[in-house]
């Protein structure tokens, strides 16, 4: 039975940034940031209202096809409820077309705002397996988006095609020795424009590479970060995105030589170091100020946090 909800309710829901990848771990492997938006929502009596502020404002669309407003209404539509209208706030800190999960951000941050709308109506809220699984629909795989929901690292993987892509995540234990450095350039590239790079089939010795480097990451990640410069090689997406985001390549190319482990984060062009030390090489430093890259170490992000009115965080 649809129930809808009376004008004036709110929720409000905060999501982390994430970087994907994280070398060989392509389209699977997820780490939340602590770089956040934050949503607030409220129902209306009719028509929709969008105000965007911070990253994005002035550039994205301010009505039902804003993504914020698609994952809501989407959210809505899976739990039975519907509203007259809303009122959708976004303040937005997650730099856009960077690498760092913005549009999986405002997916999940939408789907979290509608639990808090859910939670104060008759019907059962999104768990977060549902929260994934709605959100990878969106991007059409999970690595971001479990990461956004979850928080921390995350494994993730499409448990079957048939009828549908079902889709699935675990988190994934971080060592506590591991800082995170990522470097986020002015410039700007869309998932969409560097995955027409990608080759349709790669070899098989390149297959077996990747496999053997993504099983090893996880080792690393979690148990042995002394291994992270060779666990996150790679051959099947970063090679054939550098000619796209040179200077991304670059500092990558510099912070390995210098015995740190970085990749491109997703898509890229922002980069991110792992490493064990206090700080990056000074050479890498220089090469990231004189090429417009803002670096800056980040924790571990937590996972989605939404509430209901004047309720307590949920998540």
């Given at each position: 039975?649809?129930h809808?909800?009376?004008?004036?309710?709110?929720?409000?829901?905060?999501?982390?940034?994430?970087?994907?990848?994280?070398?060989?771990?392509?389209?699977?492997?997820?780490?939340?940031?602590?770089?956040?938006?934050?949503?607030?929502?409220?129902?209306?009596?009719?028509?929709?209202?969008?105000?965007?502020?911070?990253?994005?404002?002035?550039?994205?669309p301010?009505?039902?096809?804003?993504?914020?407003?698609?994952?809501?209404?989407?959210?809505?539509?899976?739990?039975?409820?519907?509203?007259?209208?809303?009122?959708v706030?976004?303040?937005?800190?997650?730099?856009?077309?960077?690498?760092?999960?913005?549009?999986?951000?405002?997916?999940?941050?939408?789907?979290?705002?509608?639990?808090?709308?859910?939670?104060?109506?008759?019907?059962?809220?999104?768990?977060?397996?549902?929260?994934?699984?709605?959100?990878?629909?969106?991007?059409?795989?999970?690595?971001?988006?479990?990461?956004?929901?979850?928080?921390g690292?995350?494994?993730?993987?499409?448990?079957?095609?048939?009828?549908?892509?079902?889709?699935?995540?675990?988190?994934?234990?971080?060592?506590?020795?591991?800082?995170?450095?990522?470097?986020?350039?002015?410039?700007?590239?869309?998932?969409?424009?560097?995955?027409?790079?990608?080759?349709?089939?790669?070899?098989?010795?390149?297959?077996?590479?990747?496999?053997?480097?993504?099983?090893?990451?996880?080792?690393?990640?979690?148990?042995?970060?002394?291994?992270?410069?060779?666990?996150?090689e790679?051959?099947?997406?970063?090679?054939?995105?550098?000619?796209?985001?040179?200077?991304?390549?670059?500092?990558?190319?510099i912070?390995?030589?210098?015995?740190?482990?970085?990749?491109?984060?997703?898509a890229?062009?922002?980069?991110?170091?792992?490493?064990?030390?206090?700080e990056?090489?000074?050479?890498?430093l220089?090469?990231?100020?004189?090429?417009?890259?803002?670096?800056?170490?980040?924790?571990?992000?937590?996972?989605?946090?939404?509430?209901?009115?004047?309720?307590?965080?949920?998540?």
């Amino acid at each position: 039975m649809t129930h809808t909800l009376s004008p004036g309710l709110t929720a409000r829901a905060t999501v982390p940034a994430s970087s994907a990848n994280l070398g060989p771990g392509f389209d699977s492997l997820g780490l939340a940031l602590s770089l956040y938006d934050e949503i607030e929502v409220e129902t209306a009596e009719s028509g929709i209202t969008v105000e965007v502020s911070g990253e994005g404002e002035g550039q994205v669309p301010l009505d039902s096809s804003h993504l914020v407003v698609r994952a809501i209404e989407h959210g809505l539509l899976s739990a039975d409820v519907k509203v007259p209208g809303l009122i959708v706030k976004c303040r937005n800190r997650i730099p856009h077309s960077r690498g760092l999960g913005s549009s999986a951000a405002a997916v999940v941050g939408g789907l979290a705002a509608a639990n808090g709308l859910i939670a104060q109506s008759d019907s059962r809220t999104l768990t977060k397996d549902e929260l994934i699984q709605l959100s990878s629909e969106f991007e059409g795989h999970p690595d971001n988006a479990s990461a956004a929901v979850l928080g921390g690292a995350v494994v993730s993987w499409t448990e079957s095609e048939v009828p549908l892509p079902r889709y699935a995540a675990a988190p994934l234990r971080l060592h506590p020795d591991i800082r995170l450095f990522p470097a986020i350039p002015q410039v700007r590239s869309s998932t969409a424009e560097t995955r027409v790079l990608l080759p349709d089939a790669v070899s098989h010795v390149d297959a077996r590479f990747n496999l053997s480097r993504a099983a090893l990451l996880v080792v690393a990640l979690a148990e042995r970060p002394d291994l992270l410069l060779e666990a996150t090689e790679d051959r099947l997406h970063q090679p054939q995105r550098a000619p796209a985001m040179p200077a991304s390549a670059e500092y990558i190319g510099i912070l390995r030589r210098c015995g740190v482990a970085a990749v491109l984060s997703g898509a890229g062009p922002a980069v991110i170091a792992l490493s064990t030390r206090s700080e990056l090489p000074a050479e890498a430093l220089e090469f990231g100020a004189a090429n417009g890259f803002a670096i800056e170490e980040m924790a571990v992000g937590c996972g989605v946090r939404w509430t209901a009115g004047d309720s307590a965080v949920s998540g």
